[in-house]
């Protein structure tokens, strides 16, 4: 049996397997500029954030029509429940989609139809989290929000995803407030490339209240303890960040330093299906890159049932932590 845990960063584009992308490229006659999925998987050699965004932004076009949507999530599901998923909050990225055509009623819809029945079928509970591409303008995310208000009740919170450098938290400030008054939880991703102090700005202009990766925290000591003071999680993805070269090995990642630290550090896969794992694979990388002992594995795990967005059902988040706490190793 896997830990149970809650995956807190999941791109669900990024779950998108060569396999499926080829048999969706067929139905919706797409022509893929690979001759196979081999040809393909080969192109999966990124030298850092951008090379892997560019092929991620390409490969996604593919899906077009909820059914699409609602294979890709099913194909998640059965492979997350495996690696001991319980709980899983789920990014989608609508620019990506509402940019080529492709509306955002058929994302939510398609991605809900699954969601619906991952309970039933997977024994996961879900939740969505709409992501905001910073490489976009502010005024796109704003009417990103504007386009997602007749879906509202099937979306929990925002996030900020994309090229990092030089799209600074703050940008987003307007879009944030909006999102704070539509009553989301708010979420951003910062300190994967870019600097320590977009976390703090994350923290202060957006409001989030977990900060997706967040690695380079580290290189501010100051910022660690507001960290710890103020029980921030942190969603790190350790497989992502060396197959993005923000970490040249496994045995490189700060994972343990932060845990010592007391940080609220959770695992995650980001985008499975380009960086070679799902969520047990990189639980698995860590334990055995770093040395991590089975607390240090109830921990994480722990961490990462506490900082799931479940403040609506408590029993059910009791639950899950009372099964992290009976796993034997
Ligand atoms: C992403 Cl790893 C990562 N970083 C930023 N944005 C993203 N979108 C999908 N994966
Ligand atoms: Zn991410």
Redesign the pocket.
């Known amino acids: 049996m896997p830990l149970p845990t809650a995956e807190l960063h999941l791109?669900i584009?990024?779950t998108l397997e060569p396999e499926l992308a080829f048999a969706l490229a067929e139905r919706n006659g797409v022509t893929l500029p690979y001759a196979d999925t081999a040809a393909l998987r080969e192109a999966y050699r990124f030298s850092d954030?951008q090379s892997?965004?560019d092929l991620?932004y390409a490969l996604m076009t593919v899906l077009r029509t909820p059914e699409d949507f609602t294979a890709l999530a099913d194909a998640y599901l059965e492979r997350a429940a495996a690696q001991g998923v319980r709980h899983a909050e789920i990014f989608f990225?609508p620019q990506a989609h509402t940019s080529r055509g492709v509306p955002i009623g058929t994302v939510v819809e398609g991605l809900s139809a699954s969601l619906d029945r991952a309970e039933e079928r997977y024994g996961i509970s879900t939740r969505l989290i709409l992501c905001f591409l910073r490489d976009e303008s502010a005024e796109s995310a704003l009417a990103t929000l504007e386009a997602a208000k007749p879906y509202l009740d099937r979306i929990t919170g925002v996030g900020l995803?994309?090229a990092?450098v030089g799209h600074p938290p703050a940008k987003f400030r307007a879009v944030y407030e909006e999102a704070a008054r539509l009553g989301l939880r708010r979420v951003a991703?910062a300190g994967?490339e870019g600097p320590a102090s977009y976390v703090r700005e994350a923290l202060d202009v957006l409001g989030v209240e977990r900060i997706d990766h967040g690695l380079r925290c580290m290189e501010d000591p100051e910022l660690v303890e507001r960290l710890v003071r103020e029980r921030i999680p942190l969603t790190l993805?350790p497989l992502?960040n060396v197959r993005?070269r923000v970490i040249d090995t496994l045995a490189d990642h700060p994972l343990r330093a932060m845990l010592d630290a007391g940080l609220r550090v959770t695992v995650n896969s980001?985008?499975p299906a380009y960086f070679g794992g799902y969520v047990g694979d990189n639980y698995d990388g860590v334990r055995d890159a770093l040395g991590l002992g089975e607390e240090q594995l109830r921990t994480l795990a722990r961490h990462s049932f506490e900082a799931a967005f479940l403040d609506d059902d408590e029993p059910r988040r009791a639950r899950y932590l009372a099964e992290v706490e009976a796993h034997t190793f």
Do not use: N
């Open positions: 791109h584009e990024g954030l892997f965004l991620y990225d995803d994309s990092e991703h994967e993805c992502s993005l980001d985008d």
